[in-house]
């Protein structure tokens, strides 16, 4: 049985060490993007939707990672792209590897305290990992929410993750989805453009409404802009930030966004908190 | 605790003796290299007797005293955070099957420790790091083992090079917060040390060194020493909210301007006693049958610091000077509810081109000014 001797040494909880987990399941997205199912020792996990872990392919490295599944489930999920050496050899592990996991980390997707409101899910490319936790909530007790619709960007028709859920989703009558693309070949019937223009063509009462953004920053300042002009409030916006981490709970220094460790104090901020930032160069 | 004792030369070394009897490695300015770093000592011969450290923005050099003065000299480049923020430190290793069955922790360190010298904005900084890495939600194991097992001989300062600015930051010369015994040394008249004790382990050690009560004149000789100290400093951080000031300013065509001279060399944060960044390195063994993730201090003044999928955040090096002085000065009191400066000029001095943060502040805080002039007249 793997172990981890992250105990309680000298009373005071390590969190810089990993349990050893193993995959067991991987599932092909697309071209680069892999989503893994990963067991631990400690049995079920707990988490909120929009945490995130770190995991750690041994003899290569450590990496954040949102969660991307069925928070109900008690299964660990997680979707990643191979974009460097340690994303890459997560990517390329297979049922039985062991694998690093420290967290969950962070503050996720306020989704409890959207309750009757209308629900709008904002996602370009891997951004819709991280929310897709919480589309899972909402649609775990969806007569408790009012409309809900998510709108997906994806680069190109193959760069689209989660596809055959989001047909599935797509086929449902409480449920509004699109997806466009940034280019696309002949065969593609859908929307050509960023997600942004999506927001015109859905219903919500920007009053009653709660808007969850994951991707691309510069994607999310111009959805988060494109929101409160269809006069949603500031605090009624949420996205989720990305920055380099090392350590997960604000004492590595790598993840500040001005006054804010993105590790601790986020990955989710309320728009409301973060739009003079969002507006600085290289902050 | 109050008044104190009075120490001879001969007793500081039977201090230093006693320390080391208790099993403690007795850690210490000793000049070596041109500049006083802190190492072991044995005893007060490996004290740096008769240097003092001559300072200026971008400049360090040793000089001989005309006394015999031990503690005669203000900052090196060596911090205590060396000792209690290890600049390498290994958190764990992992074994067995394909190097990943087993992972196991690594040990905390038992080494019993005394810091001898420890200045005023020393003991300030080591208070700040106690904020970030020592207490709340989050303890770093490591760091409170070392400072658990650390006793700290803290030194009023006698002199001030040209790079201190403590006064305006109140944390020295004189030895405040949380030290074990602190000491002023005293060199008009006999050669001595007024000492006192700052915890139970302090006095208990105090009490059995050879010593003697001190008179109205030996404290009267030792407030002397800290107020000559303070009157000579020749910097200070401007007075007003620099915290604000920052925080409102991200946009100042200062930070071009410091830009253009800083060389992003990090030496500043390096020699920083309060920066606690860090990264982590996966160390294999060449055979395969096992790895380790080793911590070690970093800088956001690297490229790779910020660098996320696609590039780094803070490419310019104008972000990088904002960000380092930004939290250093303003956000660390949102962080952690106190600055991160504590005045002790390393940064200025160690910088290869004297950039000197109060001046940067002072910059700032004078083109606000102007422009709030222009437009009161306007």
Redesign the interface.
């Known amino acids: 049985m ?6 309680s ?2 009373g ?1 909880e ?7 987990g193993r995959v067991s399941a991987r599932r092909i997205e697309s071209s680069d993007v892999v989503t893994l199912d990963v067991e631990t020792p400690e049995g079920p996990v707990r988490y909120a939707p929009g945490q995130f872990n770190m995991l ?1 392919a ?5 990496s954040a990672i949102s969660i991307s599944g069925d928070p109900a489930s008690g299964r660990l999920t997680h979707t990643v ?1 191979a ?2 050496p340690v994303s890459r050899a997560l990517c390329n592990l297979r049922p039985g ?2 694998i ?1 996991v420290r967290g969950p980390f962070g503050v996720g997707w306020p989704i409890g305290t959207a309750a009757t409101r209308d629900l709008l899910f904002v996602a370009g490319g891997l951004g819709l990992a991280p929310l897709r936790p919480a589309i899972y909530a909402a649609l775990a007790e969806r007569s408790r929410y009012g409309k809900i619709a998510i709108l997906y960007g994806a680069r190109s028709p193959d760069s689209i993750i989660f596809r055959r859920e989001l047909e599935g989703w797509r086929g449902r009558f409480d449920l509004h989805v699109e997806a466009t693309v940034d280019h696309a070949l002949d065969d593609w019937r859908g929307h050509v453009g960023v997600v942004t223009n999506l927001i015109s063509q859905v219903e919500f009462d920007a009053e009653q409404a709660t808007a969850f953004a994951c991707g691309p920053e510069i994607m999310m300042r111009f959805v988060a802009q494109a929101l409160v002009a269809r006069e949603m409030r500031e605090s009624d916006i949420h996205l989720s930030m ?3 981490m ?2 997960g ?6 993840c ?1 966004f ?2 804010f ?1 993105v590790c601790r104090d986020g990955p989710v901020f309320a728009y409301e908190a973060i739009r003079p930032l969002l507006a ?4 | 605790m109050n008044d104190g004792v009075i120490l001879s030369c001969a007793d500081l070394n039977a201090l230093i003796e006693s320390l080391r009897a208790e099993g403690r490695r007795t850690i210490g300015p000793v000049a070596r290299d041109g500049v006083i770093v802190y190492d072991d000592l044995e005893s007060i011969d490996d004290l740096p007797a008769g240097m003092s450290d001559e300072a200026a923005p971008g400049h360090y050099r040793l000089a001989r005293r005309d006394d015999d003065a031990l503690f005669g000299y203000a900052v090196g480049p060596h911090s205590w955070k060396r000792f209690l923020h290890a600049p390498v430190q290994r ?2 290793r ?1 074994e067995g ?9 690594e040990p ?1 360190s038992q080494e019993k420790t005394a810091f001898i010298a420890v200045r005023g904005c020393e003991l300030a900084a080591i208070a700040v790091q106690d904020r ?2 020592g207490e709340g ?5 490591h760091y ?2 070392r400072r658990d097992n650390a006793f700290l001989v803290a030194v009023d300062c006698g002199t001030a090079n040209g790079g201190c600015f403590c006064v305006s930051m109140g944390t020295g010369p004189e030895a405040s917060g949380a030290y074990d015994i602190a000491l002023t040394e005293i060199l008009e008249g006999e050669h001595r040390f007024l000492a006192r004790a700052g915890s139970e382990a302090g006095q208990a050690l105090l009490r059995n060194l050879p010593q003697r009560a001190a008179t109205a004149e030996d404290i009267r000789a030792a407030r002397e020493v800290v107020a000559r100290t303070a009157q000579h400093m020749g910097r200070a951080m401007p007075v007003g909210n620099v915290r604000e000031l920052l925080a409102r300013n ?2 100042h065509p200062r930070w071009d301007d410091v830009a253009a001279r800083c060389l992003s060399c990090a030496n500043c944060t390096m020699v920083c006693p309060t920066c ?7 160390a ?1 063994a060449l055979d ?1 049958s096992g ?1 380790a ?1 080793v ?1 070690r201090w ?1 800088s ?1 003044f690297t490229m790779d ?5 696609g590039g780094g ?4 090096v ?2 990088r000077y904002r ?1 380092w002085m930004t ?1 250093k000065l ?2 660390w009191f ?2 952690f509810g106190t600055s991160g400066c504590v005045g002790c000029g390393r940064c200025i001095v160690w910088c290869p081109v004297g950039i000197d943060i109060t001046e940067e502040v002072r910059a700032i805080q004078a083109s606000e000014r102007e422009t709030e002039a222009r437009h009161g007249n306007a």
């Open positions: 793997a172990m981890s001797e992250t105990a040494m000298g005071v390590d969190r810089t060490i990993p349990c050893v750690t041994f003899g290569v490295g450590e792209r974009v460097g590897d062991a690093g990305e920055r380099n090392k350590c709970y604000g004492q590595c220094g790598h500040q001005g006054p460790f600085l160069r290289e902050i | 958190l764990w992992s099957e394909r190097a990943a069955a087993r992972v196991l922790a905390l970030v890495l939600e989050t303890v770093d194991r409170r083992a991200p946009d606690f960044c860090t990264s982590v390195d996966e294999s395969g790895t993730r911590r970093d956001c610091f910020s660098y996320v999928h955040v803070r490419s310019s104008s972000a960000q939290h303003s956000s949102d962080q």
